[in-house]
């Protein structure tokens, strides 16, 4: 089949279905089912048979706003390609600011030596600090069992399994020791929003790792109180925050003795990750 009249029938299939990037996605989604680079796919005028049908499967099952990342079974993020599947959120280019909010506050790649990601996910989190931190080994948890096995294929798809582990949890509740560095991407969408949320990320991705309370804030409450058992001396913890929750959750920090080192914005200008430590003095004082 023609490319031409392919790409031209699924940009409008697309667009028609609230897509706002039809054409883009359209192109993307035939270099997958070709198995073709974009400077591939520039270079050929006829498309396969096989490959048009798997095209026209995908264009159809993201017409009804499956997100492209469930449909081609992947995701990047950082400098890693991870699976993905409806067990977790997809990573999102936002989360990116928590690693370069860590690497400004951790220097020293050789230093850190032990990671937590709680609500790991796809473990984008802890595969991107264990890439960037050679020395350290990481625990990623998640609640969802399927998550926490796909956490730990993405580590082995990435070269990094024989520093990371993962297992299904309720947060720190199994977790002992204490860590370099706290990671956590939590639920903190305010539970009144979630019927108002993009269809993309209403039907397809998983609603407790989205639905924050009613206040948005609920996972934050149990992150703050538990991070002074977690942190090891001079660690620190990264966590991201929706739009608008900053003096918020660094309220609730404050009160379990924690202080804000910096609260980085994203590239969206939306203040997205808080960096926390626990301070000697508070402790002294709380002990």
Same mark, same amino acid.
């Given at each position: 089949m023609?490319?031409?009249?392919?790409?031209?029938q699924?940009?409008?299939?697309?667009?028609?279905?609230?897509i706002?990037?039809?054409?883009?996605?359209?192109?993307?989604?035939?270099? +997958?089912?070709?198995?073709w680079?974009?400077m591939?796919?520039?270079?050929?005028?006829?498309?396969?048979?096989?490959?048009?049908?798997k095209?026209?499967?995908?264009?159809?099952?993201?017409?009804?706003?499956?997100p492209?990342a469930? &449909?081609?079974?992947?995701?990047?993020?950082?400098t890693?390609?991870?699976?993905?599947?409806?067990?977790?959120l &997809?990573?999102?280019?936002?989360?990116?600011?928590?690693?370069?909010?860590?690497?400004d506050?951790?220097r020293?790649?050789?230093?850190?030596?032990?990671?937590?990601?709680?609500g790991?996910?796809?473990?984008?989190?802890?595969?991107?600090?264990?890439?960037?931190?050679?020395?350290? +080994?990481?625990?990623?948890?998640d609640?969802?069992?399927a998550?926490?096995?796909?956490?730990?294929?993405?580590?082995?798809?990435?070269?990094l399994?024989?520093?990371?582990?993962f297992?299904?949890?309720d947060?720190?509740?199994?977790v002992?020791g204490?860590f370099?560095?706290?990671?956590?991407?939590?639920?903190?969408?305010?539970?009144?929003?979630?019927?108002?949320?993009m269809?993309?990320?209403?039907?397809?991705e998983?609603?407790?790792?989205l639905?924050?309370?009613?206040?948005?804030?609920?996972?934050?409450?149990?992150?703050?109180?538990?991070l002074?058992r977690?942190?090891?001396?001079?660690?620190?913890?990264?966590?991201?925050?929706?739009?608008?929750?900053?003096?918020?959750?660094?309220?609730?920090?404050a009160?379990?003795?924690?202080?804000?080192?910096?609260?980085?914005?994203?590239?969206?200008?939306v203040?997205?990750?808080?960096?926390?430590?626990?301070?000697?003095?508070?402790? +002294?004082?709380m002990?």
């Amino acid at each position: 089949m023609r490319k031409i009249n392919l790409l031209e029938q699924a940009r409008e299939r697309l667009f028609q279905a609230g897509i706002e990037e039809a054409a883009s996605e359209a192109r993307l989604l035939l270099c +997958w089912a070709c198995g073709w680079t974009r400077m591939e796919l520039m270079q050929r005028d006829e498309i396969p048979d096989d490959a048009a049908e798997k095209f026209q499967a995908a264009i159809q099952r993201r017409s009804q706003r499956e997100p492209v990342a469930f &449909i081609i079974g992947e995701q990047g993020f950082w400098t890693l390609d991870l699976y993905v599947s409806p067990e977790t959120l &997809i990573p999102r280019g936002d989360s990116e600011t928590l690693l370069e909010a860590l690497l400004d506050h951790r220097r020293d790649r050789q230093a850190v030596r032990s990671v937590l990601d709680l609500g790991t996910g796809t473990g984008c989190l802890l595969l991107a600090a264990l890439s960037e931190y050679p020395q350290a +080994w990481g625990l990623g948890v998640d609640i969802a069992p399927a998550a926490a096995a796909l956490a730990q294929q993405n580590a082995r798809r990435n070269g990094l399994s024989d520093r990371a582990d993962f297992i299904a949890g309720d947060w720190d509740a199994a977790v002992r020791g204490r860590f370099d560095v706290v990671l956590s991407n939590p639920p903190y969408i305010e539970h009144a929003e979630m019927a108002r949320l993009m269809p993309d990320v209403a039907v397809y991705e998983p609603h407790r790792a989205l639905d924050g309370g009613d206040d948005g804030l609920t996972a934050y409450r149990i992150l703050c109180k538990s991070l002074p058992r977690l942190l090891a001396e001079d660690g620190c913890a990264v966590l991201e925050l929706g739009i608008g929750q900053a003096q918020a959750v660094t309220a609730l920090a404050a009160e379990e003795g924690l202080t804000v080192l910096e609260c980085r914005k994203d590239l969206g200008g939306v203040e997205r990750a808080l960096v926390l430590a626990f301070s000697k003095e508070s402790s +002294w004082l709380m002990g």
